[in-house]
């Protein structure tokens, strides 16, 4: 009898600082990384491809308040929602990007539009606006985005800025909050997807781009070595080209999944730099996850029964 194909879905919901709204809402975020690992595991169950199950994941998180992607956003300097987000699939190598989104409910979505009907890779601002129009993608106001937590935390730094002495601006304020969500899976042909989707971080200068929505930096999908979704201080990830580096990694020197992500993770990256984790896959279903922060929303399930959610580093 032939062996079965090896099934497998990792996600994250954002890699960083503790904080006291998560330990306040700790089941709740529990509750929303199983739901989001359910989802994508049931598409790769029933046969579905790896770019569907990473795309049902990262919509269950982006419709999450609780995450910071789709209706969580963090906001800008200016108190407003820019989402960031890209897919990309291991087979081809075809991905879709898009960066600047506002009033999209589902950025992972869109990028996947453009991946699947574009001849683009990338769209930004108004441009994907009114290609998401075009195909009738569903769109939410402005205050959908919007959170009660999100709106505190923009209001505290307004605070800070008006009572600071030199009048700096706000996206020079200290933020370290952040987050992000994203997924990874490996489909019943052998084929692996990922996506990544971002509010991006607090506070941040309107147009400013992280890493999420970047090619080879918070996503990166290869069928010969890996899916990568990352997560963490965009600019320091896009200084490390995190998720290309671990799959060169595995193709050139032939690394592991997992001696790849701690290479690049916890050794390539310095502590004191900032914050990084990623979620990985290979073709044979062996997963990784790998961060170098106090805490990741994290959660996978793999046909070979391996299965868990975690927040913070498991004890050794
Ligand atoms: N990497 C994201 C960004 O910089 C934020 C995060 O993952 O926490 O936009």
């Not at 491809?49 to 995450?67: G, M, R, T, Y």
Request: charged residues 25%.
């Amino acid at each position: 009898m032939a062996k079965k194909k090896p099934l497998a879905i990792v996600i994250h919901g954002g890699a960083g600082p503790d904080s006291d709204h998560i330990h306040e809402n700790r089941k709740g975020y529990e509750d929303g990384i199983k739901e989001a690992v359910e989802a994508g595991y049931k598409i790769l169950e029933e046969g579905g491809s790896a770019v569907d199950a990473v795309e049902a994941a990262v919509i269950k998180l982006e419709n999450n308040p609780l995450f910071n992607a789709g209706r969580g956003s963090a906001l800008n300097a200016n108190g407003e929602v820019e989402m960031d987000a890209a897919i990309m699939r291991g087979d081809d190598q075809a991905s879709g990007a898009v960066a600047l989104i506002r009033n999209i409910r589902n950025p992972v979505s869109l990028a996947k539009a453009v991946m699947m009907n574009t001849k683009y890779r990338f769209l930004g601002d108004m441009g994907a606006l009114e290609y998401a129009k075009k195909i009738d993608i569903r769109m939410e106001p402005s205050s959908y985005f919007i959170t009660e937590h999100q709106f505190d935390a923009f209001s505290k730094k307004r605070q800070e800025e008006f009572t600071s002495s030199d009048r700096i601006g706000m996206d020079q304020l200290n933020a370290r909050m952040h987050g992000t969500v994203g997924a990874v899976a490996l489909d019943r042909d052998g084929n692996v997807a990922a996506a990544t989707s971002t509010g991006g971080t607090e506070n941040k200068k309107m147009g400013r781009i992280g890493d999420s929505c970047v090619i080879g930096v918070g996503c990166y999908a290869k069928n010969n070595t890996c899916a990568i979704s990352g997560t963490g201080d965009g600019e320091l990830l896009i200084k490390n080209i995190i998720a290309y580096d671990i799959s060169a990694l595995m193709e050139y020197k032939g690394l592991t999944l997992q001696q790849a992500c701690e290479e690049v993770v916890l050794k390539r990256v310095k502590k004191d730099e900032g914050d990084v984790g990623v979620i990985g896959v290979d073709g044979d279903g062996n997963i990784a996850l790998v961060f170098n922060s106090e805490r990741m929303h994290r959660g996978w399930k793999t046909s070979n029964r391996q299965q868990g959610i975690e927040i913070y580093a498991t004890k050794k």
